[in-house]
């Protein structure tokens, strides 16, 4: 496919210059293909990039973390920045992965960067797990977790959207959401999803939401 190919030339490394101890990486060979393959549908389906005229698509890296992660920020060069852990690549299989970016496409799309950025400016600053995204000239992007319930659910139902919009695949948003979530809910307990589970809604208030736009299975 042609968009997957000229993705390959616009996930560009972003810096790290992040003072976390664990610095982000470019991803591997395996990695890049992985991403690639799950993220060219969506960014095609989505429109938010259509080629190499809408200039650079994302700022990837890859944090060397056994957790179950991904993260977004906005980025001064590229549509959005993007962080994902290698727990999460190999953890979660080829569709799940896509789900996963399809939510995380679904804070870009839907503008939580700039509400993010609004609530920052009058609570309290907490510490903050994570993981930075940061531009090559050194530029914070800020933790690329920090969003609200409603906005966490919100995202779910644009990725149930987005899924659906894919080719071949119609139908699919709801089963392939909810079916990630009640893996979450299964394994709430193992190490490696507890990132995920601590800056989400709970599995049950998620998958209750999207109950509401889901059809009921047998």
């Known amino acids: 496919m042609r968009l997957l ?40 389906a989505s429109g938010i990039w259509r080629g190499p005229e809408d200039g650079c698509a994302v700022a990837l890296g890859i944090e060397t973390l056994r957790a179950i992660d991904l993260g977004v920020g906005p980025h001064p060069r590229c549509k959005f920045g993007l ?14 992965l896509q789900t996963a970016l399809a939510h995380e496409i679904g804070h870009v799309q839907l503008g939580h960067f700039g509400s993010r950025e609004a609530r920052r400016q009058v609570e ?31 995202a779910d139902r644009y990725a149930v959207e987005l899924l659906d919009k894919l080719p071949g695949s119609p139908g699919r948003g709801c089963t392939s959401v909810m079916t990630l979530i009640e893996r979450l ?28 736009i889901c059809p009921k299975t047998p």
């Open 83 to 96: 962080v994902v852990t290698t727990g999460a690549l190999r953890s979660l299989d080829q569709h799940e």
């Open 5 to 44: 190919a000229l993705l390959s030339l616009c996930l560009v490394l972003v810096g790290c210059g992040s003072a976390r101890r664990v610095p982000l990486r470019s991803a591997t060979g395996l990695e890049d293909a992985k991403l690639r393959d799950a993220l060219g549908p969506l960014l095609a």
């Open 185 to 212: 809910d299964l394994e709430r307990l193992a190490p490696m999803w507890s990132h995920w589970l601590n800056t989400h809604p709970t599995p049950g208030a998620r998958l209750t939401a999207l109950g509401e």
């Open 124 to 154: 309290p600053k907490a510490p903050d797990r994570g993981s930075p995204v940061e531009s090559d000239d050194g530029q914070s992007l800020g933790p690329s977790r920090a969003y609200d319930r409603q906005e966490e659910l919100a």
